[in-house]
């Protein structure tokens, strides 16, 4: 009876910060949303979608490298969910990347072949390696 009140409480909170990081992403308050991701996060480390959320709002904050180690941490509890591979190669490109960014958009399609955002990815991906090529490589 005390344990399951316990798991009840900690649900409640996680669920209420998860809720509240949802609310902030969507009104692009991306630091806002991070932390409270980051406060469900301590409630359930173990929720690869919290991650996830969090890795985005990194991702927009252009906080790259916090945004890579969150979409690891997601891949690792969860591989075979094609976002968490959306969420690495997003950082990835966005630390310009771009040839580890497309492997990691070609894991996504392994495991989630019809999805959307991780072909407009690795399409976004290809085009800024051929602009790359054109300029000589970025040296």
Request: glycine share 8%; aromatic share 8%.
């Amino acid at each position: 009876m005390v344990n399951s009140l316990i798991i009840s409480k900690i649900s409640f909170k996680m669920s209420t910060q998860k809720e509240l990081g949802t609310t902030a992403f969507k009104a692009k308050d991306f630091a806002t949303a991070a932390e409270h991701f980051g406060k469900a996060i301590e409630e359930d480390p173990r929720d690869h979608a919290l991650f996830s959320n969090r890795s985005a709002c990194y991702h927009n904050l252009k906080q790259h490298e916090e945004a890579l180690g969150d979409a690891e941490m997601c891949i690792n509890l969860k591989s075979d969910w094609g976002k968490g591979h959306q969420r690495k190669a997003m950082a990835l490109h966005g630390m310009g990347h771009l040839d580890e960014a497309y492997k990691a958009y070609q894991e996504g399609l392994k495991v989630d072949p019809d999805n959307s955002q991780i072909k407009s990815g690795m399409q976004a991906v290809m085009k800024d390696q051929q602009a790359d090529a054109m300029r000589g490589g970025g040296f």
